[in-house]
């Protein structure tokens, strides 16, 4: 069972779309949630973390449901430098260090 | 701003070669990390490191991998005898603190085994 799965797209977008994501992860000892971006054979770049309570960023919101270990990623009024692929992530504690685990992303292309 | 930095940043070697990556982490960095990502693969962990020794390491990082923290400033991998399967983009990354900070990644070095 993979750790965390995402809906690997791609999504295409006309600008000023409205674009969700979406992500479920299969181990509950996850901790702490992000979405990172990655622009083509580029390295991941934090986007934001996310929050049990959901947490906006401008047109950015992430919501994270623990019980149905699932993670939401919403991008409102899409611009063309929003594409790039979008990858949940999740850390767990273990050891003395604990890890990132990604998920294989989704891919956003944004057109005009 | 400070960043991670990686070198080199393309390598081309004949299988069965060692090769070597290195990293700078961020100066007040204590936590560091090897990452992998195979083409159009996921981002795959490879080993932890803290306080000069290996926290945790995948399956993946068998006994043809090692890292090293030679000087206090730089963190390598070492690839003993590349196959086909390493090519890949390597990111090194760091870590401020304990506990789920933020993870700084380096621009990565791509590895090419012919």
């Known amino acids: 069972r993979k750790e965390v799965e995402q809906d690997p797209g791609p999504f295409n977008v006309p600008e000023g779309a409205t674009v969700a994501f979406n992500c479920t992860y299969s181990?509950?000892?996850?901790?702490?949630f992000f979405w990172y971006r990655q622009d083509c054979r580029k390295e991941p770049k934090l986007l934001m973390s996310?929050?049990?309570s959901g947490n906006e960023d401008g047109r950015f919101t992430a919501q994270l449901n623990r019980a149905s270990q699932y993670i939401s990623l919403l991008i409102r009024d899409s611009k063309l430098s929003d594409s790039a692929t979008y990858l949940c992530v999740v850390f767990i504690y273990g050891g003395s260090q604990g890890n990132l685990i990604f998920g294989k992303g989704t891919k956003l292309s944004v057109k005009p | 701003e400070p960043e991670v930095t990686q070198t080199p940043s393309h390598q081309v070697t004949q299988m069965g070669q060692e090769v070597i990556l290195r990293c700078v982490p961020i100066?007040?960095?204590?936590?560091f990390y090897w990452y992998r990502q195979i083409l159009g693969q996921k981002v795959e962990f490879l080993v932890s490191f803290y306080n000069n020794e290996i926290s945790e390491k995948s399956e993946i990082f068998d006994d043809q991998f090692s890292v090293e923290r030679p000087d206090g400033s730089n963190f390598t991998l070492k690839i003993r005898s590349t196959k086909l399967e390493d090519s890949a983009m390597y990111f090194c990354?760091?870590?401020?603190?304990?506990?789920?900070?933020?993870?700084?990644f380096g621009e990565g070095s791509r590895l090419t085994v012919l």
């Open positions: 181990n509950s000892a996850s901790q702490s």
């Open positions: 990354a760091s870590r401020e603190a304990q506990g789920s900070g933020e993870l700084f």
């Open positions: 996310v929050y049990s």
């Open positions: 100066s007040n960095h204590l936590y």
